[in-house]
């Protein structure tokens, strides 16, 4: 069945670019019936949800992130990727990716997530 | 922007205790809530979408039900295995989404 599956580093610096990977096995990023998203959760802290792509390329953005967010999907590779740049201590969080389905726009499907730690 | 609430924020409850969570969202997002739930160290799992809907594989004890503003979760009988964070998350705004705050179930 399909997964999704996080990667990038663990440690990212002050004022640098947190750069994750997530690549989706077992099914195609390219149908046209999905959504693909990421989600973060600061520790102790709820869901905030970053940002969403369409498989064609069509992005869509936390406003309270927008200016530092990029969501690109690579269909070759069958994965989408997130990056956030001059990252503080509040970007500190595990990071999700997750398939959005369905005309009831759920996130049905949920990489395990990758814990980000923004320090020096 | 869509601001969604929920209350408690959390509760405790013993096994066997019917359990009722509430999100409210700040205006009408007809059916469109999607009920979260989360164990530690663990990513979200889909319960219920639509309102109502129950996810595939996901216990009947578990509903929910609403529309407009106000939304339900209802847990029918607790079992050990819920305990844990529930979230809504509102789609009317597809694809800008919103997540509740979130409410802990935690065992009595």
């Known amino acids: 069945q399909l997964q999704l599956q996080e990667s990038g580093p663990g440690l990212v610096k002050p004022s640098e670019t947190l750069s994750l990977t997530c690549t989706v096995s077992?099914?195609?990023?390219?149908?046209?019936?999905?959504?693909w998203g990421w989600i973060r959760q600061p520790p102790g802290k709820g869901l905030e949800w970053i940002g969403s792509i369409y498989y064609s390329g069509s992005t869509y953005y936390n406003p309270s992130l927008k200016s530092r967010v990029t969501i690109s999907v690579d269909t070759s590779k069958n994965q989408f990727s997130l990056k956030l740049s001059s990252v503080t201590a509040a970007d500190t969080a595990v990071y999700y990716c997750a398939r959005v389905s369905g005309l009831e726009a759920a996130f049905d499907i949920w990489g395990q997530g990758t814990m980000v730690t923004v320090s020096s | 922007d869509i601001q969604m609430t929920q209350s408690p924020s959390s509760l405790s409850a013993s096994v066997g205790d019917r359990v009722t969570i509430t999100c409210r969202a700040s205006q009408s997002i007809s059916s469109y809530l999607n009920w979260y739930q989360q164990k530690p160290g663990k990513a979200p799992k889909l319960l219920i979408y639509?309102?109502?809907s129950l996810q595939s594989g996901v216990p009947s004890r578990f509903s929910g039900s609403g529309s407009g503003t106000d939304f339900t979760l209802t847990i029918s009988s607790l079992q050990p295995e819920d305990f844990a964070t529930y979230y809504c998350q509102q789609s009317y705004s597809t694809p800008i989404f919103t997540f509740g705050p979130g409410t802990k179930v935690d065992i009595k």
């Open positions: 639509a309102a109502s």
């Open positions: 077992g099914g195609s990023i390219s149908s046209s019936s999905y959504y």
